[in-house]
């Protein structure tokens, strides 16, 4: 690891403030940290404190039930939710259970309160309060497969505080960790899960919700919610995927809100996000996509957490995306999606479903990727569409605890469009939401090109991340692609199966392969593309997948 990237690490740390503030978001691994010597100043004043012989298991029984599923979820009908785990859409059964902790105090001094204070470090460091009420407290939100040590805290009038002495509890290891926000449904840390480096994706940073203010599913935040992911989650960053049925966004359009309904203080990004069948609820938002990847790279935003409307299907596709990247198993990916069924989204979605809903539908088209693993071709995938290596590094860095996947086997290299040579064509750009900030426009007989060098010989494919309004055609009829001056030969493909041009505002940016098996010398070449169709195509990136350790060097 080089040193910028560990500084980074070390800082993304620190501003998580993993063991060194307050609540369960501090200790994000959700592992025990031990401090000592440590006298504990515990008083016999405190009688029958409530302790706990078996691990917490905050799980409903449907949720259990759900979670414990031996089958494959990708089969999983309407009628298994609806019969089974899931009874009323229109109902929140998304909540996890709470518990309480009870005790007696026998003092003659006067007590304005009580609280019971909880920490994952034996020294009561960095304790997380919980208000007492008849002499009991309910606690909620815990980390999964931790151990807790809680205290019960007497604050006298004019005195020093009384503590009880000191008590240990551990929760169930059992993923998802579900976590209660007052008014608001189908919220949970997408932490806690073992991934296929045998790394535990790191608790507390990064949690899926419905939104804050959605009148249609009453996913409407209390302030006592408000209270809860600032104070107890520490949540400082929202992103907003709501962007109507075309993604436009922007001031009036009843998604875009300026700024947080969290609170002034937490930073508000709005990413706003189509939502269409099958795979186009992909490819009609991978500009968003990219988006979303970058704001997460930036160890400053944590902890996060990410939302639409009802929480289920863009934030599913984000979700979803992250999920594969940090190495969860399809079966884990799938649960995920569907576990939102348990909150109040006024529907039952299910995986193979033909619209909206069904995440097989893109998750299909990225099996279609380079890569051995899932895993490996998600990460292909978002470097394909221009998301950068170092941004992916610095997620798997700061949200997985453990050994960290070696991925990019096959050097995905994306030129950017304004590192074409351009003939005829012209750089445009963008501040529109859904299209990238740069793209290169050929008009009929525009060229660009680019040149560079491989330290190997090999062999390539080469995508083109483009758009275009045309609806009908071919792409080896409206592409020409040179190879130093040698005419290739493209895949016959239509842009209908490539989603091009479809919609009036280049919303499809799709990574179109145009060839494959391209033979490479170690020396320097030249790519060259010229349109020949009568409609204008935007290209933004031009991506080569190679093998090995070879090396691409822009000239």
Not at 221 to 231: C, F, L, P
Not at 462 to 477: H, Q, R, V, Y
Request: aromatic share 10%.
């Amino acid at each position: 690891m080089k040193l910028n990237k560990k500084i980074l690490v070390l800082s993304a740390l620190l501003c998580l403030g993993l063991g060194a503030c307050t609540g369960p978001v501090k200790g994000s691994s959700g592992a025990e940290e031990s401090i000592t010597p440590w006298s504990d100043p515990g008083s016999e004043s405190f009688t029958e404190v409530t302790e706990f012989d078996e691990p917490i298991d905050v799980r409903t029984d449907d949720q259990k039930a759900f979670i414990e599923y031996d089958g494959d979820y990708s089969q999983l009908q309407q009628s298994d939710f609806t019969g089974t785990y899931h009874t009323n859409p229109n109902e929140s059964q998304s909540e996890a259970k709470t518990f309480e902790i009870e005790f007696t105090h026998d003092t003659d001094k006067e007590v304005s309160s009580y609280e019971v204070e909880m920490s994952l470090k034996n020294n009561m460091e960095d304790a997380w309060s919980f208000p007492c009420k008849d002499n009991k407290a309910t606690i909620q939100n815990l980390f999964i497969g931790s151990t807790y040590y809680y205290r019960v805290k007497a604050n006298i009038e004019g005195e020093e505080p009384e503590y009880s002495f000191v008590k240990t509890l551990e929760t169930v290891d059992a993923a998802p960790r579900i976590v209660n926000i007052d008014g608001m449904t189908n919220c949970r840390d997408l932490g806690g899960k073992m991934t296929a480096s045998g790394a535990k994706i790191r608790q507390g940073l990064l949690y899926r919700t419905a939104s804050l203010d959605d009148s249609q599913s009453q996913s409407i935040i209390t302030d006592t919610g408000r209270n809860t992911a600032r104070k107890y989650l520490g949540m400082k960053t929202e992103i907003d995927l709501r962007g109507g049925p075309n993604g436009t966004g922007g001031e009036g359009s009843g998604s875009f809100t300026g700024s947080s309904k969290l609170d002034a203080e937490t930073d508000y990004k709005f990413i706003p996000f189509a939502y269409s069948n099958g795979k186009d609820n992909l490819f009609r938002n991978i500009i968003p996509v990219r988006r979303f990847f970058e704001t997460l790279a930036t160890p400053e935003a944590f902890p996060a957490f990410f939302h639409c409307r009802i929480g289920t299907d863009r934030t599913g596709l984000c979700a979803t995306l992250l999920n594969g990247l940090l190495g969860l198993s399809l079966q884990e990916i799938y649960q995920d999606y569907l576990f939102s069924n348990f909150g109040r989204i006024g529907k039952t979605s299910t995986v193979g479903q033909a619209n909206e809903d069904g995440i097989a539908g893109y998750v299909n088209e990225l099996a279609a990727f380079d890569g051995d693993t899932l895993q490996e071709k998600i990460y292909n995938f978002l470097l394909t569409i221009g998301v950068k290596e170092a941004t992916l590094e610095n997620i798997l860095d700061v949200m997985l605890e453990g050994p960290k996947p070696e991925l990019n086997a096959k050097k995905i290299n994306v030129t950017h469009a304004d590192q074409f040579t351009l003939d005829g064509a012209s750089i445009v750009d963008s501040t529109e939401f859904r299209s990238p900030e740069k793209a290169a426009k050929l008009s009929n007989g525009n060229k660009i090109a680019y040149t560079f060098s491989s330290s190997k010989e090999v062999e390539t494919s080469i995508t083109a991340m483009m758009t275009s309004k045309t609806t009908s055609g071919a792409l080896n009829s409206a592409l020409k692609v040179k190879l130093d001056g040698t005419e290739l030969s493209l895949y016959d493909t239509s842009f209908a199966t490539n989603k091009l041009g479809f919609g009036t505002n280049d919303e499809y940016w799709e990574p179109a392969k145009l060839v494959d098996g391209v033979a490479l010398s170690a020396a320097s070449h030249t790519i060259e593309v010229e349109n020949l169709f009568s409609a204008d195509i935007k290209i933004t990136d031009m991506v080569l997948t190679l093998g090995g350790d070879t090396e691409i060097a822009l000239a």
